[in-house]
């Protein structure tokens, strides 16, 4: 299920994700970015990540994620609650005042950013509540944590942002310059500090989800030729060469051969029982 934050936190955080694994037996799920950082709370069974490699991670029951250039493949072994905070993608940068330059690619055990603060927070998610009842306590938080909020470049990063998406993400570092007057190192850095991912990093993916919200509502007489032009892109080799990089499927496989959990999560589909839908395309 998604459930938007209190409006006071929308500037930080886009949505609450709240997934349940109903069976015992092994899923497979995959992220790819969406140009969003954020927070996963896991609560009775194991998380484990691979990353294209024989080597496999067991993540901490609560940690952080960065921006992520490659998809990344994540094994549930048994029955499993899980809840992620899906910040906005300058959200990690003007909650917590740390650059979202030092979790690229990577995770932080979220202790070390709240400290025993973190250990209260999963010991309340822990109990059993009502959805409701959780939501408040995700709430209020992170409102806690926006008190103490660091605002720094959002003259800049905002209306960039919103440029960008207007734009759907079709936009190179010379249209941001001559729109902010900054100059593109100092764009650069800005973007970097605050989101994690350079300008055009940061549109290539604007793009592709741009594409993927037009197949989540295609209609039965569009195909995904029509769509890739619509998206920006060349043509559909360049479509799917960009789609596979991102999610390591084609757009084909990413309708038919996986249960979408949301629009940038996926269960590799199997005869398993699947983990509770958020929504489906």
């Keep these: 299920m998604q459930i938007a934050p209190t409006k006071e936190l929308l500037p930080y955080i886009k949505h609450y994700l709240f997934l349940e694994s109903e069976g015992t037996a092994s899923k497979k799920l995959r992220l ?3 140009g969003n950082t954020g927070m996963v709370l896991t609560f009775r069974g194991n998380l484990i990540s691979s990353t294209h490699s024989t080597s496999t991670l067991n993540y901490p029951n609560s ?14 072994a048994e029955k499993t609650s899980i809840i992620i905070i899906v910040f906005q993608p300058y959200g990690f940068n003007h909650l917590l005042g740390i650059s979202a330059n030092e979790i690229r690619e990577g995770i932080i055990a979220t202790e070390d950013i709240f400290g025993s603060k973190d250990s209260l927070l999963y010991e309340k998610l822990s109990e059993p509540s009502y959805l409701e009842t959780k939501i408040q306590i995700l709430n209020a938080f992170f409102i806690k944590q926006a008190a103490k909020k660091n605002l720094s470049n959002q003259n800049l990063i905002h209306p960039t942002l919103n440029y960008i998406m207007k734009n759907k993400g ?6 941001l310059v001559k729109y902010t007057g900054y100059s593109e190192r100092h764009i650069e850095r800005i973007f ?12 290539n993916i604007v793009k592709l989800h741009f594409f993927l919200n037009l197949l989540k509502y295609k209609s039965r007489q569009s195909n995904i030729t ?12 360049h479509l799917i060469k960009e789609f596979k990089k ?12 996986t249960n979408r959990l949301a629009i940038n999560f996926l269960e590799i589909k199997s005869n398993e029982i699947p ?6 395309l």
């Design 32 to 34: 790819f970015s969406d």
């Design 192 to 203: 970097n500090e605050c989101i994690g991912l350079n300008p055009k990093k940061f549109g």
């Design 170 to 175: 079709a936009v190179t570092v010379n249209h």
């Design 275 to 280: 983990m509770s839908d958020l929504y489906n």
């Design 63 to 76: 940690f952080l994620y960065g921006q992520i250039s490659m998809f990344r493949d994540l094994y549930l």
């Design 246 to 257: 991102y999610t390591g499927i084609t757009p084909t496989q990413y309708l038919n051969n």
């Design 226 to 237: 029509d769509l890739c032009y619509e998206a920006g892109y060349a043509d559909q080799s």
